[in-house]
């Protein structure tokens, strides 16, 4: 009667579990120049499983975009930024924890690419809250391969793939940055939201001279509605 009990205890749990891996989490990031739509990689874990409890507590609403530069990437994150001056200076904001560095080879800054910003720390741990969206630029071959070797001076066992070097060549990115910093997700819906974003006149210290708040919603959808609607193929 104890197991027939612990059984019919464990199959909501059996059920979710279930329904999880039918669906993924889509966030809504919301700009004044559109929306943004993104997954979270489930090869990072704990960088998805932060994120979705920061959506999910409305961590991310009116914050700002503090940092922004054109062809490179745009950053947010910083609690500080919800009320700041407009002379204040950004970025140092966190909320009180790190997150393991979970590098993953497969999961590179292509553009769209979700990141976790981080200071030198030489774990490489992830800040808790703080983010980055990648533009990046489109290389030639000889541009590629400097990026590489950029890459390579800071993190020697990175190997870039000829796939993903066709995408840095065709869509674009920031190669340098592999290695050294956690994807844990990417746009499948928005990219030109990116474009936006980064061209805004900005400060000699990178922030935007008007400020670019966000909000994020999310929500579990079924991941043959996410390859249908947005062209996101799961690994």
């Not at 690419?113 to 990046?136: H, I, M, T, W």
Request: net charge positive.
């Amino acid at each position: 009667m104890k197991k027939i009990v612990m059984l019919l205890l464990l199959l909501p749990v059996l059920s979710l579990a279930q329904n999880r891996k039918k669906k993924d989490y889509v966030v809504t990031l919301t700009t004044d120049y559109g929306p943004m739509r993104v997954v979270l990689y489930d090869q990072t874990p704990k960088h998805k499983e932060n994120f979705i409890k920061l959506v999910n507590q409305k961590f991310y609403d009116s914050l700002l975009f503090h940092r922004i530069i054109e062809k490179f990437m745009i950053q947010g994150g910083d609690p500080n930024s919800r009320r700041a001056a407009a002379d204040e200076s950004l970025g140092n904001g966190d909320v009180g924890y790190k997150i393991p560095a979970e590098i993953v080879p497969t999961l590179f800054h292509k553009k769209g690419a979700l990141a976790a910003a981080r200071d030198n720390n030489p774990e490489k741990a992830s800040s808790g809250c703080q983010f980055y969206v990648v533009q990046g630029r489109v290389w030639t071959d000889d541009e590629l391969q400097k990026q590489i070797d950029r890459s390579r001076s800071r993190a020697p066992e990175r190997v870039f793939t000829d796939e993903q070097k066709q995408v840095y060549k065709t869509l674009g990115g920031t190669p340098h940055l592999d290695g050294n910093y956690t994807v844990f997700g990417e746009v499948i819906d928005g990219l030109a939201v990116v474009d936006s974003v980064a061209r805004q006149p900005r400060s000699p210290q990178d922030r935007p001279l008007k400020d670019l708040r966000m909000t994020m919603t999310g929500e579990w959808v079924k991941k043959k509605k996410i390859t249908k609607q947005y062209g996101y193929k799961y690994l």
